[in-house]
Structure formats: structure tokens, C-alpha cells
T-cell receptor, first 118, second 115 residues
Framework: AQTVTQSQPEMSVQEAETVTLSCTYD???????LFWYKQPPSRQMILVIR??????QNATENRFSVNFQKAAKSFSLKISDSQLGDAAMYFC???????????????FGKGTHLIIQP | GAVVSQHPSRVICKSGTSVKIECRSL??????MFWYRQFPKQSLMLMAT?????????EQGVEKDKFLINHASLTLSTLTVTSAHPEDSSFYIC???????????FGSGTRLTVV
């Protein structure tokens, strides 16, 4: 079974600074998908960014980027120019490659609580 | 984009009663939907996979007779918590995928409180 580990229960960053959230995972599969989800106080899960394991290029979405190290099974999220609205729980998630049709659920890490200091 | 609607957002029920939670995909068809449970300050734990037209698949440790799942159409899955007890109080979230590798869209969740 796959496991996802987020070793930082809480992180704090000054507004406008950059912060990196770490995520490692364990799998025997060679192809898969990885995601970062954000859960603000409203508890709505919001997709931040996704990465296909077969792609070597790191995904980016505006101020959010990932550092995907497949051999090390590491998938960190970098948030640049942090804003107050970025404050939330961030969950790293793994999806099996056999879920092409959405057949499997996501495996989540325990989450990192991100605090933005004004 | 893909939207998943979940109702109710909050429900309080008496111990021993049953509660139904609905999850609808509004602009896409979902042959598979997922139900998660989230305890305070914890991660989401997959409870079961809801399959349209067939029986749900439950994760280990989840009581299928307590958490009844029905997926009668391509856009609607329901989770019924039967004979609810205070320990069933939690945040329940559904999700569905609009296509291969696109990630999953989540409903807004249901906070269940059993008194």
C-alpha cells in the first residue's frame, strides 16, 4: 500500500516570503499522480497543483511550484510571495496510475498547517 | 470546471437515528465517487468507494452496515449513517473525478454531530 508522509505539522512564514512544504511517499509503482490540496478554515478542499510522475518537468501554477524528485520519492510544494489567503492546511496526496477513470481514492498525508504572519 | 455539491453542510441528530448525506456531480458524470471522513485536525481517511449501479467498496475497518452507500445514478451518491452514535460525529466529505489524472473535486463537506 502507498503511504504519504508530511513531516511538518505546522509551518509559519512572513507575508511576501517564500515557504516550502515537504512531502515524501512510498510506492512500488513507476507511474502515478501526485497532488497538493489546500483546506482553508471553510474546510473546502481545493486543488493547488498536480504532477504526473512520468513528467520530469516540475509543475507550476502561478505562485505555487513543486520540486518533484522521483528517485527520492519527494514532492515538495513551494509557495512564493506568500499571502494571507494562503493560510490553510495543505495536504499532499497520491493517486495510483490505475485510476485513469477515477477508480481509486486518494491517499493523503497528515497535512501541514501553514500560518502566514502579517 | 467540475463541481461537486454536497448536502447538508451541517446536521445534528439524536443518537440512534439515521442521517443521509447527498453528493452530486453537477456538470459531469461520475461512475465512481468517494467518501472520506475527517476528524478534527486530522487528515482525510477514505471510507468507501461508491460505484454507480453496483455495491460500494469499503476500506478496512469501515462498517458497511453502519455506513450505507447508494449510487443510483451517474450524478448522485448518498451516504447514510445508520443508528448514529456520538462517536460517528465527524466531518464527511465526498469527491469525484471528472477524468483521468485531473485530480478529484470535493464537495464542501458535512459536519455531523450526534447528540
Amino acid at each position: 500500500a502507498q503511504t504519504v508522509t508530511q513531516s511538518q505539522p505546522e509551518m509559519s512564514v512572513q507575508e511576501a516570503e517564500t515557504v516550502t512544504l515537504s512531502c515524501t511517499y512510498d510506492t512500488s509503482e513507476s507511474d502515478y499522480y501526485l497532488f497538493w490540496y489546500k483546506q482553508p478554515p471553510s474546510r473546502q478542499m481545493i486543488l493547488v497543483i498536480r504532477q504526473e510522475a512520468y513528467k520530469q518537468q516540475n509543475a507550476t501554477e502561478n505562485r505555487f511550484s513543486v520540486n518533484f524528485q522521483k528517485a527520492a520519492k519527494s514532492f515538495s510544494l513551494k509557495i512564493s510571495d506568500s499571502q494571507l489567503g494562503d493560510a490553510a492546511m495543505y495536504f499532499c496526496a497520491y493517486l495510483s496510475p490505475y485510476s485513469g477513470g477515477g477508480a481509486d481514492g486518494l491517499t493523503f498525508g497528515k497535512g501541514t498547517h501553514l500560518i502566514i504572519q502579517p | 470546471g467540475a463541481v461537486v455539491s454536497q448536502h447538508p453542510s451541517r446536521v445534528i441528530c439524536k443518537s440512534g437515528t439515521s442521517v443521509k448525506i447527498e453528493c452530486r456531480s453537477l456538470d459531469f458524470q461520475a461512475t465512481t465517487m468517494f467518501w472520506y471522513r475527517q476528524f478534527p485536525k486530522q487528515s482525510l481517511m477514505l471510507m468507501a468507494t461508491s460505484n454507480e449501479g453496483s455495491k460500494a467498496t469499503y476500506e478496512q475497518g469501515v462498517e458497511k452496515d453502519k455506513f450505507l452507500i447508494n449510487h443510483a445514478s451517474l450524478t448522485l451518491s448518498t451516504l447514510t449513517v445508520t443508528s448514529a452514535h456520538p462517536e460517528d460525529s465527524s466531518f464527511y466529505i465526498c469527491s469525484a473525478s471528472a477524468g483521468a489524472g485531473y485530480g478529484y473535486t470535493f464537495g464542501s463537506g458535512t459536519r455531523l454531530t450526534v447528540v
